[in-house]
């Protein structure tokens, strides 16, 4: 009997380590855009262009990389940093490509307020985020909202203003107009789809404050401008083609709202083959946030976070954006912020059921069990 057990358990052993043996594939970091653009399957009609925004991905080389490293184009990630308000413009005036201690500490900002982990070295978390589309406009806040506002439904706040909290002033209930630009548009998705995704967009910030949207003609005289633009397009922002910054907006009241036309725009994915293809809606939910005066969130799963990747939606507010933008407006008389509460912690659970959460605990603890039947087997 003890031979049969001692042959079971050798057995198990060399079944477990032949499927825990290291793989050793060429080094691509999981969800970022390298690993979209550099995939095996057949490139959409778009996909050429990627190579136009080669920089961030180059990025991808200074995996692992901390203080004292010294590695040619390092000084392009000290630029990147300098854009999204990481490093002030006297610590960069030294662009060279040794990672210092100024680059050190704009680093242990961005993983703080991406909420990353804090590491104070590029890590492949950190680099898979620095190389991820994104918002153009900068992170840097004026600070954390006052404490104690719904700490009954969530203790950590997260979303930020820019500086001086700006807001449209209006009455209550206010409405702002928006108009699309007549000479600055895609066209290879509709005007009517475009303007149904920017109404849908604006309607759910609608929903939980007291202000309403609507679309005029007169472009000029919009409280809200959109328009697609490519490269330097006279802001002082200028675009820098696929895949690096997907569109930017201005804080209240100034109501600019720009998107790189170099994007490859989606509607509907399953119509768009691209890998590069950028969902519109998302990004217009998340820039009319800046627009009524909110700047990033660390939160990942809030449409207020900085960035996105390629065919990916993100369209629904999280609590941490309604609790943002109703600090600045009040709440729509209609929402109640409870019901988003439930909401949100229902899909945190993943659509599990009593069952199938037992059954993953059930599993958990057999792991466990046999990890350390495995050390006993080895001592």
């Known amino acids: 009997m003890r031979p049969l057990l001692l042959f079971g358990s050798s057995v198990f052993v060399v079944v477990l380590l032949l499927l825990c043996r290291p793989c050793f594939p060429a080094r691509i970091l999981a969800g970022s855009a390298a690993s979209v653009i550099q995939s095996d399957s057949p490139p959409g009609d778009h996909d050429k262009d990627v190579s136009h925004n080669a920089t961030w991905q180059d990025f991808a080389r200074f995996l692992d990389a901390g203080v ?43 993983q703080t307020n991406l909420g990353l982990a804090v590491t104070g070295k590029l890590d492949a978390g950190t680099i898979t985020a620095i190389m991820s589309p994104r918002c153009g406009v900068r992170d840097d806040i004026e ?15 997260h979303y930020a203003y820019f500086y001086g909290r700006p807001r449209w002033t209006r009455g209550s209930p206010a409405t702002l107009t928006y108009a699309f630009s ?57 675009f820098d083609g696929v895949l690096g910054v997907l569109a930017h907006a201005f804080s209240p009241e100034n109501g600019r709202f720009h998107l790189d036309a170099a994007e490859r725009w989606s509607v509907d994915f399953k119509a768009e083959r691209s890998k590069a293809a950028v969902d519109l809606e998302s990004v217009a939910t998340h820039e009319i946030g800046h627009v009524l005066g909110l700047a990033h969130s660390s939160v990942k799963e809030a449409v207020m976070y900085p960035s996105l990747s390629p065919r990916t939606r993100k369209v629904e507010l999280r609590i941490d954006d309604v609790e943002g933008v109703q600090a600045l407006y009040g709440s729509n008389p209609n929402f109640k912020l409870s019901s988003l509460f439930e909401s949100e912690n229902s899909s945190n659970l993943g659509g599990l059921g009593l069952r199938d959460i037992r059954q993953s605990s059930m599993w958990a603890t057999a792991s466990s069990a046999a990890v350390v039947l495995v050390i006993l087997l080895c001592v």
Request: cysteine-free; glycine content about 12%.
């Open 143 to 157: 600070g954390q909202v006052v404490p104690g506002h719904h700490a009954l439904l969530k203790a950590t706040r």
């Open 182 to 238: 007549p000479n600055h548009m895609i066209r290879y998705i509709g005007p009517g789809e475009v303007r149904a995704v920017f109404q849908r967009a604006f309607s759910r910030w609608s929903a939980v404050i007291p202000v309403s949207f609507k679309e005029v003609e007169e472009y000029a005289k919009a409280d809200i401008r959109i328009g697609f633009y490519g490269g330097d397009h006279g802001d002082g922002e200028p």
């Open 68 to 110: 004292g490293a010294h590695m040619a184009g390092m000084s392009e990630l000290k630029r990147y940093f300098t854009r999204f308000g990481y490093l002030s413009l006297s610590d960069s005036g030294n662009l060279t490509d040794v990672f210092d201690r100024s680059l050190e500490s704009a680093l242990v900002k961005y």
